[in-house]
């Protein structure tokens, strides 16, 4: 991910209210997690799974926070039961911040099969979308997210690609 777009993810979450950001390790988002984890507005809460961050993102709704969960691609596919269950049932708002992979002109082959799995799956939970493709619609993008996510309480997604992760 691009610095630009890194550090405009971290004023939007900023803008957006969120104190909590629980993160799965992702070479897609290396920067803007060292970043977040640096920063001391927000909790930063490491995760070895993805259904453990979700639950995480719960637990903080409930005490009182503004969660969002970084995760990779592939890892939203490891989150869908505990965000189905939990967040859907519950009513719990979360954001997603996921690097949309499998685009045309992503050239890694592993990745061409999340071109067909993301944005179904996320129509599937019924958890509404948006694709950020331009650094410069970053910061209001999150907050229109955060913003939605709760008066709905209902996750949110963001998918990064274009030109925020080349």
Same mark, same amino acid.
């Given at each position: 991910? #691009? @610095? ?6 971290? &004023?939007?979450? #900023?803008? $957006? ?7 799965? =390790? ?23 799974? %993805? ?13 009182? #926070?503004? =969660? ?30 996921? =690097? ?6 992503? $050239?890694?082959?592993?990745? &061409? ?9 996320? &129509? ?9 493709? %331009?650094?410069?619609?970053? %910061?209001?993008?999150? #907050?229109?997210?955060?913003?939605? @996510? ?12 274009? %030109?925020?992760? &080349?």
């Amino acid at each position: 991910m #691009k @610095a630009e777009a890194s550090e405009a993810i971290v &004023r939007g979450l #900023k803008s $957006a209210g969120v104190d909590l950001v629980a993160i799965l =390790p992702d070479h897609g988002f290396d920067r803007v997690q060292k970043r977040i984890a640096e920063d001391e507005s927000f909790t930063f809460v490491p995760v070895s799974n %993805e259904g453990i961050g979700v639950g995480i993102c719960a637990g903080a709704f409930f005490g009182g #926070k503004t =969660p969002a969960l970084m995760i990779p691609t592939s890892g939203f596919l490891v989150a869908t039961w505990p965000l189905a269950s939990l967040h859907q049932l519950w009513n719990i708002p979360l954001l997603l911040l996921i =690097p949309y992979r499998g685009e045309v002109g992503d $050239a890694q082959p592993v990745m &061409r099969t999340y071109q067909f799995t993301t944005e179904p799956i996320l &129509r599937d939970l019924q958890i509404p979308y948006v694709n950020v493709s %331009e650094i410069a619609k970053i %910061e209001g993008a999150i #907050k229109d997210a955060v913003s939605s @996510a709760f008066a709905w309480q209902n996750p949110i997604c963001i998918l990064f690609s274009g %030109e925020t992760l &080349r």
